[in-house]
């Protein structure tokens, strides 16, 4: 059974940093692209990072480029997402999910439905 937790949410200030880590369970790990998703209430699911099952080709959506850094640990099953110079528009749900290794090329990569399993989320919220 496949399990994704996220961790490392919580309550910051505007400017400051959080580290998201995501751990994964049941699967190859590094037979798997990753992403992390954000979601707030009454909008869709938003893309927010992606890296490949190898470590390399990493996407950012525009909102976050230059600010947030994926990463990933194959040896631990581990995702992180370190988030810097956080803003009160960051604010949501961050869910980390998993993409077969072919869908790690544009436009796959935002796309959530290419991604097959998801964690339960974790809350960030930026006060400003």
């Known amino acids: 059974q496949v399990q994704l937790v996220e961790s490392g949410g919580g309550l910051v200030q505007a400017g400051g940093s959080l580290r998201l880590s995501c751990a994964a369970n049941?699967?190859?790990?590094?037979?798997?692209?990753m992403g992390w998703f954000r979601q707030t209430p009454g909008k869709e699911r938003e893309f927010v990072a992606h890296i490949r099952w190898s470590g390399d080709n990493i996407y950012y959506a525009d909102s976050v480029k230059g600010r947030f850094t994926i990463s990933r640990d194959n040896a631990k099953s581990m995702l992180y997402l370190q988030m810097n110079r956080l803003k009160p528009e960051d604010t949501a749900v961050y869910y980390c999910a998993t993409s077969a290794r072919i869908y790690s090329s544009s436009p796959y990569y935002r796309d959530r439905t290419k991604y097959a399993f998801w964690g339960q989320g974790t809350q960030v919220t930026v006060s400003s």
């Open positions: 049941g699967l190859t790990f590094n037979n798997w692209n």
